[in-house]
C-alpha cells in the first residue's frame, strides 16, 4: 500500500503531522478523524522511512515492556467483554498516556481498517513487538483464543520483567563494588601519592621496592592518563562490538553462565524464561517443535537459544523431550524428572510452569544470599590494596622513624 504524509490538528487544536500507510487518502482521512484529528492536508509520499532527526530521537517517549504488558491486559479486558478489536483500539487510543504507543496503536487500527490480520499489523513494529509475541498473536488468531493469548502474554511480560530486574539486582551490588574500587585506586595514585612522593624525596634515602613501584605507577597514571582513559574506552567500544557478533555474543553468554556467583542466578533465570515461556506455547496449542523455536528467541541467552535449538532438532528426529533435555546438559536431575512425568501424563505444559515456579523461587533465594557470598571476595580485595597501599607509603616513614631514634 502507498504511504500519505498528513497534517491535521487534534482535539486540544495542537498542529500534528506524520506518515503513514493507507489504502487511499480517504481511508486515511476517515481514519484520523477517528483517533480525532482533523486532517488539513494529505498529500502522497515515496519516502515510508522520515529523515533521521537527533533531537526527536533523544528525546522521544520511549516504549518500555511495561507499556506492552499493560496494553496486553487491556486488549484482553476489551476483548473478552465482548469489544470489537476495532473499537477496542480506539478505546486504548483515548487512555493510553505514552505518545509513541499511541502512534503505534494508531498505525496497528489503520493497518486493520486495510484488511490486514492483528499479526501482519504487529509485525510492523519489530522493536515494539517481539518476534515470539507476534507468533503468539498469530496462534490466537487462528484458534479464536486471541483474548486469553493476550492474558497469557501479560502474564509471560510481568515475568520476564521480573526475572530482569532481579538480574539486574543481583548485579548492581559488585557493580557498585568494582567501581569504587576502581575510583578509590584512581584517587590514591592521582592525588594522594604525588604528595607524599615530594615527602619522600626530601627525606634523601633508599626507599622500599613496594614504595618505588607504587610511586612509578602513579607517576604513568598522571603523565600517560589522556592514553590510559583513551584506552579504556577503547577497550569498552572494542568490546560492545565483540559481544554484538555472533560468536562473540555466543561466547560471552557462555561465559556469563560459567562465571562464579553470578553465573548460577544468571542461569537459574534464563531457565526460568525458558520453561515459562515454553509452558505459555504448549497452553496456546503451539505444536512442541515450533514452540521451542520460539522459545530460543525469548531465553535472551545464545548458549542458552543453542541448546534449544539441539532440543527442537532432537525432538524432529524423534527423539524424546527427556531424551534431547538431557542431552542439553542444563536441566539438573530434579528437573529431568519433572519433564518425564510431564512427557508420560500429558501435563507437560503444566510441569514446566512449576519449573519455570521452581527456578523463580530459586533466583530470589541466590538474590537474597548474594551479598553474603560477595562479602568475603569484597573485603579481600579491599584488603590487599590496603595492605599495598599501607606497605608503600607508610613503610619508608616507619623506616625514617626508626632511624630517628637510633640517633638520638
Known sequence: ????????????????????????????????????????????????????????????????????????????????AGIPIMNALSGLLSSTKNK????????????????????????????????????????????????KVFLRLFDHIEFEKFMRDQIK??????????????????VVNVFVIPIFAKVFQGLGADLPLMTRILLNFSDFMVSYWPYLVG?????????????????????????????????????????????????LAIKSGVPIMSGLSLVAQTVDNDFIAQKVEQMRLGVERGESILRTA??????????LQMIAVGEESGALDDLMEEIAEMYQRDVEYEIKTLGAKIEPVMIVFLGILVLILALGIFLPIWDLGKASMHKA
Open 326 to 335: 538431557t542431552n542439553a546438559g542444563v536441566f539438573n536431575p530434579l528437573v
Open 169 to 186: 539486582a543481583a548485579l548492581r551490588y559488585p557493580q557498585f563494588v568494582m567501581i569504587a574500587m576502581m575510583v578509590a585506586i584512581v
Open 231 to 279: 584506552g579504556f574506552l577503547a577497550s569498552v567500544i572494542s568490546f560492545r562490538s565483540y559481544i554484538s557478533s555472533d560468536k562473540g555474543r555466543y561466547q560471552w553468554d557462555s561465559f556469563k553462565l560459567k562465571s562464579p556467583i553470578i553465573g548460577p542466578i544468571i542461569q537459574k533465570a534464563t531457565m526460568a524464561r525458558f520453561a515459562r515461556s515454553f509452558s
Open 1 to 80: 500500500m502507498p504511504f500519505f504524509s498528513y497534517k491535521g490538528r487534534n482535539n486540544k487544536g495542537e498542529m500534528v503531522k506524520g506518515l503513514l500507510e493507507s489504502l487511499n487518502a480517504s481511508a486515511l482521512a476517515k481514519h484520523l478523524l477517528s483517533i480525532d484529528i482533523t486532517p488539513i492536508e494529505i498529500t502522497p509520499s515515496s519516502k515510508p522511512v522520515q529523515d533521521f532527526d537527533w533531537s526527536a530521537n533523544l528525546f522521544e517517549e520511549r516504549i518500555e515492556p511495561l507499556d506492552v504488558m499493560m496494553f496486553s491486559r487491556q486488549m484482553y479486558t476489551l476483548l473478552k
Open 100 to 147: 509513541a504507543l499511541v502512534k503505534v496503536i494508531s498505525e496497528i487500527r489503520l493497518s486493520l481498517d486495510s484488511g490486514r490480520e492483528l499479526s501482519a499489523a504487529l509485525n510492523f513494529h519489530p522493536k515494539v513487538f517481539s518476534s515470539f509475541y507476534i507468533s503468539m498473536i498469530r496462534i490466537g488468531e487462528s484458534t479464536g483464543m486471541l483474548d
